[in-house]
C-alpha cells in the first residue's frame, strides 16, 4: 500500500534562516507529488507539484522541492524564510491506480520566529 | 475567478441536532471530495463524488450523509452530531481527465457541537 511520512512534525526556524521539511514515500507505482500549506483556519493551497520531467519544481514564493526516485523522497526547502510562512505543510501523493484519491503525510508545522 | 466556495465558513451545533454544510464549485469538475480533519491531523476523507456516483470510505460512520444535486453543489449531512465530531471539514474538487489526481480545496468549515 502506498504511504507518506513527513519526518518531522514541528520545525520551528529563525526568520531569514533556511529550511527543509522532509517527505519520504514509498509506492510500488509511478507517482505524482504535491506539497500543499494551510494558513490557520483555511483550506489547503497548492504549493507546488511534481508530475514529470525536472526533477526540481519551485513555486511562486521560493519554495522548491526535488524529487528524488532512488530514495522514494520529495522534500521541500526554503532557502530564506519569512515569518509569513509560519503554517502547516502537508505532503501528498496521488497514484494513479487509487481511484482519484490523494494519501497525506502527517503534517509539518512551520514554525518562523522573528 | 474559478474556486471552491463553503459555507459557512463557522457553525455551532447542539449535540444531537442535525447540521449541513455546503460546498459550491466554479470549475466544473466532475469529482467533489469531503474531508474530516481534526486539530493538528491531516484531512481524513470521508466521500467522494463522481460525478453523481457516491464512493463512501469504509471507515465512515452511518452519522456522515451526503448529497450531490448537481455538478456545482455538494452537501455534507450530519445526523446527530456528537462532540467527537467537531473538527474542520474541507470541500474538494479534481477532474479525472488527468492521469493525476490535483485537488483543489475550499476555504473549510469549522463545526463546533456544544
Known amino acids: 500500500a502506498q504511504s507518506v511520512t513527513q519526518l518531522d512534525s514541528q520545525v520551528p526556524v529563525f526568520e531569514e534562516a533556511p529550511v527543509e521539511l522532509r517527505c519520504n514515500y514509498s509506492?510500488?507505482?509511478?507517482?505524482?507529488l504535491f506539497w500543499y500549506v494551510q494558513y490557520p483556519n483555511q483550506g489547503l493551497q497548492l504549493l507546488l507539484k511534481?508530475?514529470?520531467?525536472?526533477?526540481l519544481v519551485e513555486s511562486i514564493n521560493g519554495f522548491e522541492a526535488e524529487f528524488n526516485k532512488s530514495q522514494t523522497s520529495f522534500h521541500l526547502r526554503k532557502p530564506s524564510v519569512h515569518i509569513s510562512d509560519t503554517a502547516e505543510y502537508f505532503c501528498?501523493?496521488?497514484?494513479?491506480?487509487?481511484?482519484?484519491?490523494?494519501?497525506f503525510g502527517q503534517g509539518t508545522e512551520l514554525s518562523v520566529k522573528p | 475567478d474559478a474556486m471552491v466556495i463553503q459555507n459557512p465558513r463557522y457553525q455551532v451545533t447542539q449535540f444531537g441536532k442535525p447540521v449541513t454544510l455546503s460546498c459550491s464549485q466554479t470549475?466544473?469538475?466532475?469529482?467533489m471530495y469531503w474531508y474530516q480533519q481534526k486539530s493538528s491531523q491531516a484531512p481524513k476523507l470521508l466521500f467522494h463524488?463522481?460525478?453523481?456516483?457516491?464512493?463512501n470510505e469504509a471507515d465512515t460512520p452511518d452519522n456522515f450523509q451526503s448529497r450531490r444535486p448537481n455538478t456545482s453543489f455538494c452537501f455534507l449531512d450530519i445526523r446527530s452530531p456528537g462532540l467527537g465530531d467537531a473538527a474542520m471539514y474541507l470541500c474538494?474538487?479534481?477532474?479525472?481527465?488527468?492521469?493525476?489526481?490535483?485537488?483543489?480545496f475550499g476555504p473549510g468549515t469549522r463545526l463546533t457541537v456544544l
Open positions: 509506492s510500488s507505482v509511478s507517482v505524482y
Open positions: 501528498a501523493v496521488s497514484v494513479g491506480n487509487q481511484g482519484g484519491k490523494l494519501i
Open positions: 474538494a474538487t479534481s477532474t479525472l481527465d488527468r492521469e493525476y489526481n490535483e485537488q483543489f
Open positions: 463524488y463522481y460525478d453523481k456516483d457516491f464512493n
Open positions: 470549475l466544473n469538475h466532475n469529482v
Open positions: 511534481y508530475l514529470s520531467g525536472s526533477t
